[in-house]
Each structure stands twice: as structure tokens, then as C-alpha cells.
């Protein structure tokens, strides 16, 4: 099946640093989406991106499909930032769907 | 709109027990999906369901169940738990129409002693 890797793992910035998380996928996909995860476990929805450039804030998002990754950028980070980033690739047969995820970069932003 | 939400949000179970958890999607959505988050394997695909109807589902064995009622609303059911079934369950929903964007509750964690 389709892998997706993530990296950096682990990334540990100072307030007010840029960072750029990396989403690699091994097959051509339906779409994708960036996901971040809260303390309290819950996966709140940052963009559904199969293409493209898409900002929202301080968080922006960047699809090259054809070379099959995914960018998340952060910019200005604050401590409220922290915490576990997922991509997921979405996979559609015959209008079944499912996504695929990545293991998450863990992000820490110290005050 | 209100987001999808799941009951119970903690559960503590023993071994060789059965657990029942339950999911309702956003108003509209059809297609709900569960997923299995734990430290060792991440996060992984159980089904997904469609006008009651399951269309799709993961790598999980039989004791892993669920269904969708003409709500819309839906369950998943585990049987002989194990040890190993400890972790956060997470449902989502999607509205099938020209997005599959998938928004997920704020998930069941589930503890087997």
C-alpha cells in the first residue's frame, strides 16, 4: 500500500522561529491533508490540499503531486503551536475512502 | 454546525471484555470513518461506512465491528479485548460530495487492564 513519511520527526524551535515540516507520499493520491493533533488528543483539520499553495494565518501549505510531497510551513511560531503534525494522503476506490497517515513530526516551541 | 463528536470520551476495560463506542457526524455527512491511534503503530485505518453500508476496511481482525444507522450515526464494537487494544479511537466524518475532507471528534481512549 501507499506510504507516507514524515520528517523531521522531532523539531524543537524558540518562539517566533519559521519551521517547514516535509510529507513525502510513495503513490499519486486522490488529496491530502495536514492535521494538527491537541494535548487532549483530537485531530483538528489545518488544509485539505491536493495541489497547490493554500494559506491560512501563519500556517501555509504547499502539494507538489506530481514529485509527490507536501509542505507545512509555520512562520513566526508560538509556544500555542506545539505539538504533533500529521499528513494523511486520502485513497478513494470505487468512492471508498480512507487516509493514510504519516508517524507526525512532534513540534516544541519554547518560550 | 456542531463538529462530530464521540461518546464515552475514557473507558476502562479487562481483558476478555466487550466495548462499545459510538460516533455521530457532522450534520450531512454520510461517510464516517474510524481510526485506531497507539504509540507503536500510529495512526491506522479500521472501516469506513456509507449509507449504513461498509465500503472499506483495514488490516484489523474479526473482534474489530461496526455499523452505521439511517442517521448516519455510527458504533464500533471490539470483542474479547486485549491488552493490545488500548489506545485512542478516533471517528470521522466526511460529506462525500465534491470534498472527501475527513474532520474527526475528539476521540474515545480506551484503557484494557
Known amino acids: 500500500g501507499i506510504q507516507v513519511e514524515q520528517s523531521p520527526p522531532d523539531l524543537i524551535l524558540q518562539e517566533g522561529a519559521n519551521s517547514t515540516l516535509r510529507c513525502n507520499f510513495s503513490?499519486?493520491?486522490?488529496?491530502l491533508q495536514w492535521f494538527h493533533q491537541n494535548p487532549w488528543g483530537q485531530l483538528i483539520n489545518l488544509f485539505y490540499?491536493?495541489?497547490g499553495t493554500k494559506q491560512n494565518g501563519r500556517l501555509s501549505a504547499t502539494t507538489v503531486a506530481t514529485e509527490r510531497y507536501s509542505l507545512l510551513y509555520i512562520s513566526s511560531s508560538q509556544t500555542t503551536d506545539s505539538g504533533v503534525y500529521f499528513c494523511?494522503?486520502?485513497?478513494?476506490?470505487?468512492?471508498?475512502?480512507?487516509?493514510?497517515f504519516g508517524q507526525g513530526t512532534r513540534l516544541t516551541i519554547n518560550p | 454546525k456542531a463538529g462530530v463528536t464521540q461518546t464515552p470520551r475514557y473507558l476502562i476495560k479487562t481483558r476478555g471484555q466487550q466495548v462499545t463506542l459510538s460516533c455521530s457526524p457532522i450534520?450531512?455527512?454520510?461517510?464516517v470513518s474510524w481510526y485506531q491511534q497507539t504509540p507503536g503503530q500510529g495512526l491506522q485505518f479500521l472501516f469506513e461506512?456509507?449509507?449504513?453500508?461498509?465500503?472499506n476496511k483495514g488490516n484489523f481482525p474479526g473482534r474489530f465491528s461496526g455499523r452505521q444507522f439511517s442517521n448516519s450515526r455510527s458504533e464500533m464494537n471490539v470483542s474479547t479485548l486485549e491488552l493490545g487494544d488500548s489506545a485512542l479511537y478516533l471517528c470521522?466524518?466526511?460529506?462525500?460530495?465534491?470534498?472527501?475532507?475527513?474532520?474527526f471528534g475528539p476521540g474515545t481512549r480506551l484503557t484494557v487492564t
Open positions: 503513490d499519486s493520491v486522490n488529496n
Open positions: 461506512y456509507f449509507s449504513e453500508t461498509q465500503r
Open positions: 470521522a466524518s466526511s460529506w462525500q460530495g465534491t470534498t472527501y475532507e475527513q474532520y
Open positions: 494523511a494522503v486520502v485513497t478513494i476506490i470505487q468512492g471508498a475512502q480512507k487516509l493514510v
Open positions: 490540499i491536493p495541489s
Open positions: 450534520s450531512g455527512h454520510r461517510s
